[in-house]
Nanobody, 124 residues
Framework: QVQLVESGGGLVQAGGSLRLSCAAS????????MGWYRQAPGKERELVAT???????DYPDSVKGRFTISRDNAKNTLFLQMNSLKPEDTAVYYC??????????????????WGQGTRVTVSS
């Protein structure tokens, strides 16, 4: 089993920056790709960034050029650097870990692990 705990959220003014962290524990050997998702009130949860075990990243157009995802595999930690924040970035941000489906020990835990989220509020 993999446990994820997010931190770093808070209240910032538009144009400001925040750095989110996600600490992974447990069977971290099962983690392959990781990502950040967000969910605003009344909205569906949406993907904001992904990173593979090899460090390849991907972003939707809504955050491209402003957000940067990174990971420190030695410390089992995922990061999201958010710059030039906009009010529409306001949401609860969730950390996600994809678990290796080809490894029976890992696949028994399901395909994904989720954190409890950290709230980001961007004021205008």
């Amino acid at each position: 089993q993999v446990q994820l705990v997010e931190s770093g959220g808070g209240l910032v003014q538009a144009g400001g920056s925040l750095r989110l962290s996600c600490a992974a524990s447990g069977d971290t050997i099962c983690i392959s790709a990781m990502g950040w998702y967000r969910q605003a009130p009344g909205k569906e949860r949406e993907l904001v960034a992904t990173i593979t075990s090899g460090g390849n990243t991907d972003y939707p157009d809504s955050v491209k050029g402003r957000f940067t995802i990174s990971r420190d595999n030695a410390k089992n930690t995922l990061f999201l650097q958010m710059n030039s924040l906009k009010p529409e970035d306001t949401a609860v941000y969730y950390c996600n870990a994809n678990l290796r489906p080809s490894v029976p020990y890992c696949s028994r835990f399901g395909g994904n692990s989720w954190g409890q989220g950290t709230r980001v509020t961007v004021s205008s």
